[in-house]
């Protein structure tokens, strides 16, 4: 079965038995959205420190994925974390 992105409606490049990419423009879609649970890819996910989790002084919440919809019904004004980098910010 291929996963297909709910955001661009693109389906998972990888080829699943041998999980090499069969595009040069390779979409991974790894992800589901923690609260519709369908399938989002590397590109349109959403990471997030979920405050839904409470977290123990100190510590930071759980990072969960979002699809945009999601994102910006639950947590419009929560920043993103970038996934690469860590840094943490805003985006629309
Ligand atoms: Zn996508
Ligand atoms: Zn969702
Ligand atoms: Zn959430």
Same mark, same amino acid.
């Given at each position: 079965m291929t996963w297909i992105c709910v955001d661009c409606n693109t389906p998972e490049t #990888?080829?699943? /038995?041998?999980? #090499?990419?069969? /595009?040069?423009d390779e979409v991974v879609v790894d992800a589901v959205c923690h609260h519709c649970g369908r399938p989002i890819c590397l590109k349109n996910r959403y990471l997030i420190a979920d405050e839904v989790f409470p977290a123990p002084l100190g510590t930071e919440p759980t990072r969960t994925y979002h699809c945009k919809e999601c994102y910006q019904r639950h947590h419009d004004r929560v920043p993103v974390v970038?996934?690469?980098?860590?840094a943490v910010a805003l985006r629309r």
């Amino acid at each position: 079965m291929t996963w297909i992105c709910v955001d661009c409606n693109t389906p998972e490049t #990888r080829d699943p /038995s041998t999980g #090499r990419s069969m /595009s040069e423009d390779e979409v991974v879609v790894d992800a589901v959205c923690h609260h519709c649970g369908r399938p989002i890819c590397l590109k349109n996910r959403y990471l997030i420190a979920d405050e839904v989790f409470p977290a123990p002084l100190g510590t930071e919440p759980t990072r969960t994925y979002h699809c945009k919809e999601c994102y910006q019904r639950h947590h419009d004004r929560v920043p993103v974390v970038d996934e690469r980098t860590g840094a943490v910010a805003l985006r629309r």
